[in-house]
């Protein structure tokens, strides 16, 4: 008979957005228009929901006009879900510049401390310019209560990288 014993140390944990992998193709412009496209669970309609909200406004500033699909899928989703996705899509062949967001590797912890629950996701942002990736980008992101208490920070730190 074995026993094994692990320590175990209090991990630090702060909320943060951080550029973890950038790519920019050197022949990168700025674009006058972005078709974003959301993918992912029907349950993070929400998240996309104020995220594109965070990313109007920032493009805007920044003279970039923006327009969002919603490629969202569940094999159960929510009623309530499903009735929040905005049902206007965009042709994607319309638009010189897509950028496709997808959130990955959603980890949470301490859900019984509700207002201090921790969750850590990384979002992935590619840009494709004509089909052809012209910009990629991967964010770790640490928030407390909700998963979009930083998509203010989220939507500057990507509006900053593609302007």
Wanted: hydrophobic share 35%.
């Amino acid at each position: 008979m074995s026993s094994f014993i692990y320590a175990q140390s209090e991990m630090e944990f702060s909320e943060k957005v951080e550029i973890i992998k950038y790519e920019q193709n050197e022949n990168y412009t700025k674009p006058k228009v972005i078709l974003f496209e959301f993918s992912g669970d029907t349950h993070s309609i929400n998240y996309y929901l104020d995220l594109s909200k965070q990313l109007k406004k920032r493009f805007r500033k920044i003279g970039v006009k923006s327009k969002f699909n919603y490629n969202l899928h569940n094999p159960s989703p929510l009623k309530a879900d499903l009735e929040s996705i905005p049902e206007r899509k965009f042709n994607k062949n319309d638009f010189q510049f897509v950028c496709y967001l997808k959130m990955k590797d959603f980890n949470s912890w301490d859900n019984h401390l509700l207002d201090k629950r921790k969750q850590n996701y990384k979002l992935e942002v590619k840009l494709d310019k004509m089909k052809k990736e012209s910009v990629f980008i991967i964010l770790d992101i640490n928030t407390y209560y909700t998963i979009a208490n930083q998509n203010k920070v989220i939507a500057s730190t990507i509006a900053q990288k593609l302007k």
